[in-house]
């Protein structure tokens, strides 16, 4: 992949042929090209695609491949341990860190038949009344049900401990409030401009948000195809944090009660 070349960028249209501006119509896709490759950004996903053309490039000759069959009996046995080169213990799979991470949702789990995220709280803590308030004044909640799976897998409460965000950056954070329900960085807006900015594409629209009074919803996560977030233990006080999928705390506690015996 090659970087865009920005000072030779023009406009395309449905088409493909070349326009003299870009549409202005919202609903529209943005499409243009560097004068290398062709681009288009997909408003509704929020996401940035380029064209690769199949007339370029050759077709190979054929190439033999085996499909070994009852391939997750094989994974529960073991019997491929050695192919991998990781013994599939729990106590393994624990070493590797693969057991130990929780998954917290950015919505509220005490429906559980419809999912929404809370107006004033949560993500939307911004949005809450009583006092003066700022944008990005949140906070990723943490279900009693996940320490109830994990005991210990937080720090105590309030005791600070270093956050690795996708972005690069290491933020000093902590669980706090009544029954550690809440997952904050210090300053609390370093997390979430990392979140917003996901979320909407750019902290600048994120903060629009406010004066516009138009908090977070669930249809919000779901546009984008995230509504939780994974957080690894990489030491005692030392985590990362990444977006997961939609659906993926509904797999972590389902797998979580199955190691459990539950």
């Known amino acids: 992949m090659v970087p865009i ?3 030779s960028i023009k406009p395309l249209g449905k088409n493909g042929k070349p326009m003299s501006r870009f549409s202005t119509a919202n609903d529209d896709h943005v499409r243009f090209t560097d004068g290398n490759k062709e681009y288009t950004f997909n408003r509704s996903k929020n996401t940035l695609m380029q064209r690769f053309s199949t007339g370029v ?20 046995r073991g019997e491929l341990d050695g192919i991998f080169g990781l013994d599939a213990t729990p106590e393994k799979m624990e070493e590797v860190g693969v057991m130990d991470h929780v ?12 999912k929404m995220v809370p107006e004033k709280s949560g993500i939307n803590q911004w949005n809450a009344g009583g006092r003066q308030r700022t944008f990005g004044e949140a906070y990723i909640p943490i279900p009693s049900l996940v320490h109830k799976l994990k005991p210990g897998f937080f720090p105590p409460r309030d005791q600070k401990f270093e956050l690795h ?13 009544d029954g550690s329900k809440a997952l904050m960085s210090d300053p609390n807006t370093v997390l979430c401009n990392w979140l ?13 948000r406010m004066p516009r009074h138009k908090p977070y919803t669930y249809d919000d996560l779901a546009r984008v195809g995230k509504d939780s977030v994974v957080m690894r233990k990489l030491d005692e006080n030392v985590f990362e944090l990444e977006f997961a999928t939609v ?16």
Do not use: H, M
Request: aromatic share 10%; hydrophobic share 30%.
């Open 57 to 76: 490039g050759f077709t190979s000759e054929e190439i033999p491949l085996s499909i070994q069959g009852g391939i997750w009996n094989l994974l529960l």
């Open 247 to 262: 659906g993926s705390f509904e797999e972590f506690v389902e797998d979580s009660r199955d190691s459990d015996g539950e």
């Open 5 to 7: 070349d920005e000072g």
């Open 103 to 114: 998954v917290l949702p950015l919505y509220s789990t005490k429906s559980s038949i419809l």
């Open 196 to 208: 917003f900015s996901t979320i909407d594409g750019s902290y600048s629209y994120a903060e629009s």
């Open 165 to 177: 965000l996708p972005s690069g950056e290491i933020v000093s954070a902590k669980v706090c409030q």
